[in-house]
């Protein structure tokens, strides 16, 4: 009745008609197998319920109340859900760590017909094969970073690349944030072990005889952090770099950033966040929002702030820049231009 799985590609490839996960709805939310359903055995109401009894009172009258709990949602799940799926059905399902609440359920559906089998140590276990992807194995990739001072249209150019068929990494469209203090975006970031299993499984689709590109980042992405070995091997990828003047690269900034610009309030305090590094400049940059001079507020962050802070990145951590890539203005036809001028530069290294 329980499978077991040794590397995270082959629980991606797990060959179950369904993959269900039943543990709680907070559970599920912080992170999962990617593609599963949730079918919770318990609530976070309950499970917090039999969790309490369990410790506080007596292990048996836990395991009896979440027994009755169980068999009730399981059957409001087939009364549901489940209420049209056909005899040949084949579901794997998986809890925290392959027992009570998966046994339960799998055992429900195989007594009614169904092929149902269970994750052997449950979520712990693909957890575990994540964790080893992304902290202690060697990343078997040749990693490029897409390099260039703010407002260069690097992640615009990196989905233009992804179109034309160059394998890339794009850390902010996993972590869901721009990467920079006023990077934050609709529906926040996902919980950091969420953000481990995008990144582990868009590692896991990539095909190693070929290079990727990569956004280059810090060390995390908004309140994300890239994993050791990710990191590591970023430290000494190798680099392009986008060139391109500050006035051009202001007017796509604003033009990008409209949704953060269009909040005076939201704005207001992130760049007073920024008063402890760079003083009374920020009297003059708060000037320029309360005047609605997006552009020109763009143009002096990057000439004040944001082009200092990288010069310093660079001379700290060294970079070896295979090429550059210059530009004279970043409208849609010059950055259409451009990613295909890096995607015919890139299949000449594959």
């Known amino acids: 009745m329980k499978t077991s799985f040794t590397r995270l590609t082959d629980i991606l490839n797990h060959g179950f008609d369904t993959i269900i996960d039943v543990r709680s709805p907070a559970e599920f939310a912080e992170d999962h197998v990617p593609g599963a359903i949730n079918l919770p055995a318990l609530s976070n109401e309950e499970r917090a319920r039999v969790g309490m009894i369990y410790v506080q009172e007596a292990p048996f009258r836990a395991r009896k109340i979440g027994a009755a709990l169980v068999a009730r949602n399981v059957a409001e799940h087939l009364d549901g859900p489940l209420k049209d799926i056909e005899g040949s059905w084949r579901p794997l399902v998986y809890c925290w760590r392959g027992g009570q609440r998966s046994g339960s359920f799998a055992s429900i559906l195989s007594q009614i017909g169904w092929r149902a089998k269970v994750i052997e140590g449950g979520y712990q276990s693909y957890r575990n094969l994540v964790h080893d992807v992304l902290y202690k194995e060697v990343v078997p990739y040749k990693l490029i970073l897409l390099d260039g001072n703010t407002g260069t249209a690097k992640t615009d150019i990196l989905h233009r690349l992804r179109e034309l068929d160059v394998q890339v990494l794009d850390l902010e469209g996993?972590?869901?944030?721009?990467?920079?203090?006023?990077?934050?975006?609709?529906?926040?970031?996902?919980?950091?072990?969420?953000?481990?299993?995008?990144?582990?499984?868009?590692?896991?689709?990539?095909?190693?005889?070929?290079?990727?590109?990569?956004?280059?980042?810090?060390?995390?992405?908004?309140?994300?952090?890239?994993?050791?070995?990710?990191?590591?091997?970023?430290?000494?990828?190798?680099?392009?770099?986008?060139?391109?003047?500050?006035?051009?690269?202001?007017?796509?900034?604003?033009?990008?950033?409209?949704?953060?610009?269009?909040?005076?309030?939201?704005?207001?305090?992130?760049?007073?966040?920024?008063?402890?590094?760079?003083?009374?400049?920020?009297?003059?940059?708060?000037?320029?929002?309360?005047?609605?001079?997006?552009?020109?507020?763009?143009?002096?962050?990057?000439?004040?702030?944001?082009?200092?802070?990288?010069?310093?990145?660079?001379?700290?951590?060294?970079?070896?820049?295979?090429?550059?890539?210059?530009?004279?203005?970043?409208?849609?036809?010059?950055?259409?231009?451009?990613?295909?001028?890096?995607?015919?530069?890139?299949?000449?290294?594959?």
């Open 174 to 350: 996993l972590a869901n944030h721009r990467g920079s203090l006023l990077g934050s975006m609709a529906g926040g970031q996902p919980a950091q072990k969420g953000f481990e299993t995008a990144l582990a499984c868009a590692l896991a689709q990539m095909d190693p005889t070929r290079p990727i590109i990569v956004e280059a980042e810090s060390s995390k992405v908004g309140e994300r952090v890239v994993p050791p070995t990710l990191w590591a091997a970023m430290k000494v990828a190798s680099r392009i770099e986008i060139d391109a003047p500050l006035d051009a690269r202001a007017q796509y900034l604003a033009d990008a950033y409209l949704d953060i610009s269009s909040d005076a309030a939201g704005l207001t305090a992130k760049l007073e966040i920024l008063r402890r590094h760079r003083g009374g400049l920020v009297d003059g940059w708060l000037a320029l929002l309360r005047a609605g001079e997006f552009q020109a507020l763009a143009r002096v962050l990057m000439d004040e702030h944001y082009d200092p802070t990288y010069r310093l990145g660079r001379t700290r951590h060294g970079a070896n820049v295979l090429q550059k890539f210059s530009v004279s203005n970043l409208g849609i036809n010059a950055r259409a231009d451009l990613a295909l001028r890096i995607a015919a530069w890139v299949k000449t290294i594959s």
